[in-house]
C-alpha cells in the first residue's frame, strides 16, 4: 500500500488509523510490527476487524467517533504511547476537521498522512495568489507543513468515488508559533475570508479603526484596498503585530 509505504512504518512507531472500514490500510500497517490504534466509527466493522487481530497485542481496534475525544485520550485510553503517526483514508465529508484536530495535538500525534479529496488538499497547500487559498490555508499553516505526496485515480477505491484523492503529508512546524500573536493572526484572517467581497481594511472594522488597518497594510507594502486572499501567514501575523488589540473600555 503506497501510503504505509509513504509513511515509512516500522516497530518503533505507534500510529493511529481513523476509518479502517474493512482494513485495506490496516493489515499492511501490522505487518510493519507497529503498534496501532484503529478507530472506527462503524461498530459493525470494528467488531470484525477487532476479531481478526484478536491475539494481536499491539493492534487495538476501537468503535467510536474519533472526533469525540481528543488524539492523547484516545491514546492513553488505549495504554499506548505517543506521538504517534495518524494514517487513514479519511471521509470526505469530515477530513478536514480530522486533520484540523491532529496538527493541533503535536504531543499527540507527529504528522498526518491522509488521503483526502484533492480539492481539500490543494486549498491546505495553497499559497496567495492560487485559487485554492482560503482561511483553511492560513489555519493549516500556523500549525504545520503540508505537502501532497501523490495523487489516487478514482480507480484505486472499491466502491469508485466520484473524485480524484491525493494523499497529504502534514508535519509541525519546526518552529512552533506563539499562541497568542498566533490566534490573533488567525481571527483576523477568518474575519477577512468571511468577508471576501470587502477589502481587508473593511472585513476587520469589527477588530479595530479601518485607518489603523490601511496604514498597517500599507506600511507593509500592501494597497490600502488589499483583500484578504493577498496575505500570507506571515502578512497577518505582521498585521496583529502593528495593530495590537483595543483595550477594553472601563465601565464609569
Not at 510493519?32 to 478507530?39: E, F, N, T, V
Not at 500525534?109 to 484533492?118: E, P
Not at 509541525?172 to 483576523?188: I, K, N, S, V, Y
Not at 475570508?193 to 470587502?198: D, E, L, Q, S, V
Amino acid at each position: 500500500m503506497r501510503i504505509v509505504d509513504a509513511a515509512g512504518i516500522g516497530p518503533e512507531d505507534t500510529v493511529v488509523e481513523v476509518g479502517p472500514g474493512d482494513g485495506a490500510l490496516t493489515r499492511p500497517i501490522a505487518r510493519r510490527g507497529a503498534r496501532l490504534l484503529a478507530i472506527e466509527i462503524d461498530p459493525l466493522r470494528a467488531a470484525a476487524l477487532s476479531e481478526e487481530f484478536v491475539g494481536e497485542a499491539r493492534v487495538s481496534v476501537i468503535a467510536g467517533d474519533v472526533l469525540r475525544k481528543t488524539f492523547a485520550e484516545w491514546l492513553r485510553e488505549a495504554g499506548a504511547k505517543g506521538p504517534a503517526v495518524l494514517l487513514g483514508n479519511l471521509p470526505y465529508y469530515i477530513a478536514t476537521p480530522i486533520l484540523l484536530r491532529a496538527i493541533q495535538e503535536p504531543e499527540a500525534i507527529s504528522r498526518a498522512i491522509a488521503t483526502v479529496q484533492r480539492e481539500v488538499a490543494r486549498r491546505i497547500i495553497a499559497r496567495p495568489g492560487q485559487e485554492e487559498y482560503g482561511y483553511l490555508s492560513v489555519r493549516a499553516a500556523a500549525h504545520a507543513r503540508a505537502r501532497i505526496l501523490f495523487d489516487l485515480p478514482a480507480s484505486a477505491f472499491r466502491p469508485r468515488p466520484k473524485v480524484v484523492s491525493s494523499v497529504l503529508e502534514l508535519s509541525p512546524r519546526e518552529a512552533p508559533l506563539d499562541p497568542g500573536p498566533r490566534d490573533r493572526a488567525l481571527t483576523l484572517a477568518s474575519l477577512g475570508f468571511r468577508n471576501r467581497r470587502k477589502t481587508l481594511a473593511n472585513a476587520l472594522a469589527s477588530a479595530g479603526p479601518r485607518s489603523a488597518w490601511e496604514e498597517a497594510l500599507a506600511a507593509m507594502g500592501f494597497s490600502p484596498k488589499a483583500r484578504a486572499e493577498e496575505l500570507a501567514l506571515e502578512d497577518f501575523l505582521e498585521l496583529a503585530r502593528r495593530v495590537p488589540p483595543a483595550a477594553p473600555r472601563v465601565a464609569p
